[in-house]
């Protein structure tokens, strides 16, 4: 079963990774300025990884495939590591949307 580990960046912006069962990380998040705004962007994740649409598969300068998981307004919530290949990118995929729905939450943040 996957979790979404949530950390605090150098910066102080909150992140999150969404890991698979096996640990390996699948889609980071963008910082957040607040504990909230993070937590809601999991509840997105969710709630986005879904449907097939809302992943937009590209690919980097360098050739190397990755995606992007878009929320219904389009504005990105996570994307994907660079992929060896477009077969590696699309298991990416699938591991997102069976891992995200239910996937625990591990806070790795301090509270102030």
């Keep these: ?3 979404f580990e949530v950390t605090t ?4 912006e909150f992140q999150f990774n969404l890991k698979a069962g096996n ?3 699948i889609l980071i998040s ?4 607040t504990k909230a705004a993070c937590m809601n962007g999991i509840e997105s994740v969710r709630k ?3 449907e097939d649409k809302r992943f937009d598969r590209l690919e ?3 050739g190397k495939p990755y995606f992007n ?3 219904t307004n389009g504005q990105i919530i996570g994307s994907s590591e660079m992929y060896e290949s477009v ?3 699309e298991n990416g995929i699938q591991s997102v949307m069976k891992n995200a729905p239910d996937a625990a939450i591990d806070d790795k943040t301090l509270e102030v």
């Design 48 to 50: 986005n990884s879904e």
């Design 30 to 33: 963008e910082g957040y300025t």
């Design 1 to 3: 079963m996957g979790k």
């Design 23 to 25: 640990g390996q990380g």
């Design 69 to 71: 998981l878009k929320a």
């Design 87 to 89: 077969s590696a990118r």
């Design 60 to 62: 980097a300068k360098n």
């Design 9 to 12: 960046r150098k910066n102080g």
